[in-house]
């Protein structure tokens, strides 16, 4: 069975690249962890039903393997 692409509002997908930015320039892992949760409670509003729940060291992952999306001053390339 084809599987529907994860599709997210573009509101949702500019908050994620902010979020991904300020991860990435916050030194505090608590901060970091802080912006993880938020992620984690956005995402989780469009996972399908039958989709393995996220938890926050899938978002922690997510956003560790997106760093190379950004260049040196956080922005993107």
């Not at 509002?9 to 908050?15: D, I, L």
């Not at 320039?25 to 992620?39: F, L, Y």
């Amino acid at each position: 069975m084809a599987r529907k692409p994860f599709d997210l509002p573009m509101n949702v997908a500019e908050a994620f690249v902010k979020d991904l930015r300020a991860y990435h320039a916050e030194t505090d892992a608590v901060r970091r962890d802080e912006i993880a949760a938020r992620q984690l409670d956005a995402l989780q509003e469009f996972q399908g039903p039958r989709e393995k729940k996220l938890r926050l060291t899938d978002v922690h992952d997510m956003f560790e393997r997106m760093r190379d999306l950004l260049d040196d001053d956080g922005k993107r390339h």
